[in-house]
């Protein structure tokens, strides 16, 4: 049976066994190397060594301690829920992937200095902006600034690629798919 990772951390929060595991990690095989390594008493040694085996950090393999330190990844993997798919961000798979690797948690967290990506990137930002409606240049900034912080470059870039359209500090989309 995996430990949960909450008794693993139990077994570790007490500081004598914490330095016996340590000591068996960092190579110490027997109780005496433990006890020398730790500076520990005999006794505790032996206690905390029971305990360890008990809780699955311990083993004994050949009349020497081992660690088993793949129980922390073990205890993790299988208490970890399966996360729920996403809901795409675009239909077209290839699209979706580009905008999930710049786009974390409705935020750009960098703009792709490819040419391609990002126009798969501003053209999905355009799509904040609705057609027909024009913006004042600090509402277009507000908007902007929800998506990056800088906020003034994806303006430009979305200005230069055609999907906003700028006349006297006033915008309105010019580009981008619409839903119908």
Known sequence: M????AALC???AEPDRLRVFAAVVLGASTPTAVVAASGLPARSVEGAIRRLQQGGLLAVADGEL???V???KDSV???AQAEAPAEPL????QRDQVLRT???DGRLTQIPAAQ????VVLEHISSAFEPGVHYPEREVNAILRAWHDDHAALRRYLVDTGFLTRADSVYWRSGGPVDV
């Open 116 to 119: 391609g990506k990002r126009l």
């Open 10 to 12: 139990g077994l570790l």
């Open 66 to 68: 081992v660690p088993l």
């Open 70 to 72: 793949e129980a922390f």
């Open 77 to 79: 993997r299988s208490t």
């Open 90 to 93: 675009d239909p077209d798979r």
């Open 2 to 5: 995996i430990p949960p990772p």
């Open 102 to 104: 710049f786009i974390v």
